[in-house]
Nanobody, 121 residues
Framework: QVQLVESGGGLVQAGGSLRLSCAAS????????TGWFRQAPGKEREFVAC????????LHADSVKGRFTISRDNAKNTVYLQMNSLKPEDTAVYYC??????????????WGQGTQVTVSS
């Protein structure tokens, strides 16, 4: 029903910024809440941020609050994650997902392939 493709990952120095994009296909995309999750080697996939379909509400994990901002543009079928003041511990594969407005992995039905973010010190 919904296909998601992340882009914008790469290598950045600590303190730098990066903006991730998630391009979605499917005419019902605006009905879904969207989340960003990340997974570092050897660790569980963890919640980063989520946003309701109409952008009325957002949630950000404590670890990224004040540094990362989730947003979406339904006219472009795209979700964004603006990442500022990046830290080495932000290094992970970042995944975009569509589903319910929740912080848990199981609440999402559709997932992108992921994009690597590496923050050097």
């Amino acid at each position: 029903q919904v296909q998601l493709v992340e882009s914008g990952g790469g290598l950045v120095q600590a303190g730098g910024s990066l903006r991730l994009s998630c391009a979605a296909s499917g005419r019902t995309f605006s009905r879904y809440s969207t989340g960003w999750f990340r997974q570092a080697p050897g660790k569980e996939r963890e919640f980063v941020a989520c946003i309701t379909g109409s952008s009325v509400s957002t949630l950000h994990a404590d670890s990224v609050k004040g540094r990362f901002t989730i947003s979406r543009d339904n006219a472009k079928n795209t979700v964004y994650l603006q990442m500022n003041s990046l830290k080495p511990e932000d290094t992970a594969v970042y995944y975009c997902a569509a589903g319910r407005y929740t912080t848990v992995v199981s609440g999402y039905d559709y997932w992108g392939q992921g994009t690597q973010v590496t923050v050097s010190s």
